[in-house]
Structure formats: structure tokens, C-alpha cells
């Protein structure tokens, strides 16, 4: 009697989080690094442009394996309709965490799953409401953490925890870069079967 076998996924992506958030489905996968062009069109709103990334990452890595699903995703910070980036440094989280102080920020987590011709793209909003905190808690997160390849300044699954007064969403991974239960369903209709049987680290590469 033969086992079923999870079709071959790839996740395109070169965050790490990511990378870890998937493996807490345990799949196998492989990890291939999509070159984008990030730049936002002009006049593009934060939604379309999470959606048009996503879809282009997913792409990127699909034309050269076509016999595999691809997992794309991309996430861009909305302060009052204003994209906010990866800080980069200090002084530029710092400047990001005054900004959003006392302020609603939605984080749009765009997902794409392509095969070939056959794609879905959906996004996962998250409301994040920043506390009114001093600048020199501000300042001593981030020397603590030091988030900055992170878009809004902040990590939610760790000490950034702490500048948050509330978080709104329906998928609670999202606000960490992949949102979980959108993608379970997404695979599941694809034909994976999660949990599966058994993985495998030696079925993981990563192709940096």
C-alpha cells in the first residue's frame, strides 16, 4: 500500500519569518529567494501594491518550476493611507515608532499560491493600535530588539509586544508575515493534506 505524498511547494520568499512560520505546518518545502522589483507604482495604494507583490514573488519562482505550488507573500504597513517600509536603522524606527505613537496602523498581509496558470491572491488586514508611550521607551525597545528589517518598527512575537495596546485580525500570524489559517485552506484545496503522515527534514532545501 503507498503512502501519500504532499505535491512539491516552494515558498519564495527570503524572510526568514516566514520561512519559520511555514514550518509550523509541518510540510515539507523548499525555500527559493524570488528577485523582485519591489518599487511602488505611482499612485498605488497599500492594498494593491501588498496584492501585486505577492502575486509577483509567487511568480517569479513558479516560471521555473512549474510542476510546483508556490507560496508568495508580501506585507506593507498603512499608516493613514501612507506606506511604511523596513526602518533600516535606528534612527529611522525611531522616527517610524513617533509617527505611528497613539495611531491605528493596518498591516496588509497579501498571499498568493500559484501553479502554473492556476493562482489565488487573497490579503489579510490587521488593525494594530500603538500605545502613547516616551521616547525613551521607544528608544530602549529598539536598542533591546533592534527590529529593523521589520515594517513598522515593532515585532508583535517578541519584546514589541509591549508597545501594542491592541491587535484586530482574523488570522493571527498575519501580523508576523504569514497568515496561517488563510494559507492551510489555500493548500488544502490544492490537494495537501496538513497535518501530513510524517516530514522529513532531508525533503527541506533552502536555495538562498
Same mark, same amino acid.
Given at each position: 500500500? @503507498?503512502?501519500?505524498?504532499?505535491?512539491?511547494?516552494?515558498?519564495?520568499?527570503?524572510?526568514? #519569518? &516566514?520561512?519559520?512560520?511555514?514550518?509550523?505546518?509541518?510540510? $515539507?518545502? =523548499?525555500?527559493?529567494? $524570488?528577485?523582485?522589483?519591489?518599487? $511602488?507604482?505611482?499612485? =498605488?495604494?497599500?492594498?494593491?501594491?501588498?496584492?501585486?507583490?505577492?502575486?509577483?514573488?509567487?511568480?517569479?519562482?513558479?516560471?521555473?518550476?512549474?510542476?510546483?505550488?508556490?507560496?508568495?507573500?508580501?506585507?506593507?504597513?498603512?499608516?493613514?493611507?501612507?506606506?511604511?517600509?523596513?526602518?533600516?536603522? +535606528?534612527?529611522?524606527?525611531?522616527?517610524?515608532?513617533?509617527?505611528?505613537?497613539?495611531?491605528?496602523?493596518? +498591516?496588509?498581509?497579501?498571499?498568493?499560491?500559484?501553479?502554473?496558470?492556476?493562482?489565488?491572491?487573497?490579503?489579510?488586514?490587521?488593525?494594530?493600535? +500603538?500605545?502613547?508611550?516616551?521616547?525613551?521607551?521607544?528608544?530602549? #525597545?529598539?536598542?533591546?530588539?533592534? !527590529? #529593523?528589517?521589520?515594517?513598522? @518598527?515593532?515585532?508583535?512575537?517578541?519584546?514589541?509586544?509591549?508597545?501594542?495596546?491592541?491587535?484586530?485580525?482574523?488570522? !493571527?500570524?498575519?501580523?508576523?508575515?504569514?497568515?496561517?489559517?488563510?494559507?492551510?485552506?489555500?493548500? &488544502?484545496?490544492?490537494? +495537501?493534506?496538513?497535518? @501530513?503522515?510524517?516530514?522529513?527534514?532531508?525533503?527541506?532545501? @533552502? #536555495?538562498?
Amino acid at each position: 500500500m @503507498s503512502s501519500f505524498q504532499n505535491p512539491p511547494l516552494i515558498l519564495g520568499s527570503t524572510s526568514k #519569518y &516566514r520561512r519559520e512560520l511555514l514550518e509550523r505546518l509541518r510540510i $515539507p518545502f =523548499e525555500v527559493i529567494s $524570488p528577485k523582485v522589483d519591489e518599487t $511602488p507604482l505611482t499612485g =498605488e495604494s497599500t492594498l494593491d501594491l501588498a496584492m501585486r507583490l505577492a502575486r509577483a514573488k509567487a511568480a517569479a519562482v513558479a516560471k521555473e518550476h512549474p510542476n510546483a505550488w508556490v507560496i508568495g507573500s508580501d506585507q506593507v504597513a498603512d499608516l493613514c493611507g501612507a506606506a511604511i517600509g523596513k526602518p533600516g536603522n +535606528f534612527e529611522r524606527a525611531l522616527a517610524q515608532l513617533q509617527l505611528m505613537r497613539g495611531q491605528t496602523v493596518i +498591516f496588509q498581509t497579501a498571499l498568493c499560491l500559484m501553479k502554473g496558470d492556476t493562482q489565488t491572491t487573497l490579503c489579510v488586514p490587521t488593525e494594530v493600535t +500603538f500605545r502613547k508611550l516616551p521616547d525613551n521607551v521607544l528608544e530602549a #525597545y529598539l536598542l533591546a530588539e533592534e !527590529p #529593523y528589517d521589520c515594517a513598522g @518598527s515593532a515585532k508583535s512575537e517578541g519584546l514589541g509586544i509591549s508597545l501594542l495596546e491592541s491587535i484586530k485580525s482574523d488570522d !493571527p500570524t498575519a501580523l508576523i508575515g504569514l497568515p496561517l489559517i488563510a494559507l492551510t485552506g489555500l493548500l &488544502r484545496d490544492a490537494g +495537501f493534506v496538513i497535518p @501530513s503522515k510524517k516530514l522529513s527534514n532531508k525533503n527541506k532545501r @533552502s #536555495y538562498l
